[in-house]
T-cell receptor, first 114, second 112 residues
């Protein structure tokens, strides 16, 4: 079955630590996205990639980094510079860049600072 | 940047009733999409309506778009307990390749 896999489902980070959230898709989609969701809030865009080896900052990129070395993979690193990282992180993909396609989402990673 | 705003924030109805959720946006769009999110899960794409379309149906879902009022509505007919979820509208900013911008969602509770 095609889809997006996010791992881990739950992640705990100590103060000052960097952590990496995994996102893998086997849909052969060109574009991938990372969103952050806080309780009762909508989704805010962190980073997106429209093609391999290229990515752009979203609205809240500070304290985060990404890479897109393979079409299937778009990992997100939450660095120690992100002061309030506790949130639900969602990865998505679409056939191509732009807004003429629906997004397929993973099941999310819940990150908690301990 | 918040583009779409859903209304109401929360809605509680009895099973079998219809549920209507609204979305207003600020700038011109190429299309508007609706998604559903069950608690603690990822979003699921429901329907996409293009700016030159006025109404679209998918099963028990009916979406309308009024570009003159910059608004859209999602109607779920004959609701079921399994429809309990948050519903989000998502729009572009009129640009061709910009990612979707999501609203804060409407939390729908369908009581059996």
């Amino acid at each position: 079955d095609g889809g997006i896999t996010q791992s881990p489902k739950y992640l705990f980070r100590k103060e000052g630590q960097n952590v990496t959230l995994s996102c893998e898709q086997n849909l052969n989609h060109d574009a991938m996205y990372w969103y952050r969701q806080d309780p009762g809030q909508g989704l805010r865009l962190i980073y997106y990639s429209q093609i391999v080896n290229d990515f752009q900052k979203g609205d809240i990129a500070e304290g985060y980094s990404v890479s897109r070395e393979k079409k299937e993979s778009f990992p997100l690193t939450v660095t120690s510079a992100q002061k309030n990282p506790t949130a639900f992180y969602l990865c998505a993909s679409s056939i191509g860049p732009g807004v003429n396609y629906g997004y397929t989402f993973g099941s999310g990673t819940r990150l908690t600072v301990v | 940047s918040q583009q779409g705003e859903e209304d109401p924030q929360a809605l509680s109805i009895q099973e079998g009733e219809n549920a209507t959720m609204n979305c207003s946006y600020k700038t011109s769009i190429n299309n508007l999409q609706w998604y559903r999110q069950n608690s603690g899960r990822g979003l699921v794409h429901l329907i996409l309506i293009r700016s030159n379309e006025r109404e679209k149906h998918s099963g028990r879902l009916r979406v309308t778009l009024d570009t003159s009022k910059k608004s859209s509505s999602l109607l779920i007919t004959a609701s079921r307990a399994a429809d309990t979820a948050s519903y989000f509208c998502a729009t572009d900013g009129g640009g061709g390749n910009t990612p979707l911008v999501f609203g804060k969602g409407t939390r729908l509770s369908v009581i059996a």
